[in-house]
């Protein structure tokens, strides 16, 4: 893939329609605002341990991509972040619930599932109880 730099920050993969697979850098620590908006045929992304943020509608319109897992690392997700893609499974690292936003979620298509270290679900379900019908524990 053309266009990887040791960025902090990604931002250059809008509308990559041609963009099917991508492993990040180790460097990353953060998936800038529509990173990989309408790069509709992503259906397999390796995102590193290092990566705290991720930006508002990062991954809009990914309509290829059905699961994403997100590193212990992740501290924070703003608002849409997955808004009008075909994600059915978020599966978190972390045990300490990152900050989320009531419209981080917003916009996913159907039904999905946020899949959730075990030892930490009752923390999970506390934090974002708005997202609770869509928490799992990872030992199911």
């Known amino acids: 893939i053309s266009g990887i730099s040791n960025n902090s920050e990604y931002q250059n993969f809008f509308a990559a329609v041609d963009l099917?697979?991508?492993r990040l850098p180790k460097t990353l620590k953060s998936i800038g605002k529509s990173a990989f908006a309408f790069c509709l045929n992503l259906s397999d992304i390796v995102i590193p341990e290092g990566v705290?943020?991720?930006?508002?509608?990062?991954f809009f319109d990914c309509l290829a991509l059905n699961e994403i897992t997100l590193p212990e690392s992740l501290k924070e997700l703003e608002s849409s972040v997955f808004s009008?893609?075909?994600i059915k499974?978020?599966?978190?690292?972390?045990?300490?619930?990152?900050?989320a936003?009531?419209?981080t979620f917003k916009g996913l298509k159907g039904d999905f599932v946020?899949?959730?270290?075990?030892?930490?679900y009752d923390e999970y379900i506390s934090q974002w109880s708005?997202?609770?019908d869509h928490i799992i524990s990872d030992n199911i």
């Open 101 to 103: 936003m009531k419209t």
């Open 114 to 120: 946020i899949v959730v270290p075990s030892e930490s």
């Open 52 to 58: 705290e943020s991720v930006k508002s509608r990062a």
């Open 84 to 86: 009008n893609s075909a």
């Open 20 to 22: 099917k697979k991508i």
């Open 89 to 99: 499974k978020i599966v978190f690292k972390s045990k300490v619930p990152p900050i």
């Open 130 to 132: 708005i997202f609770a």
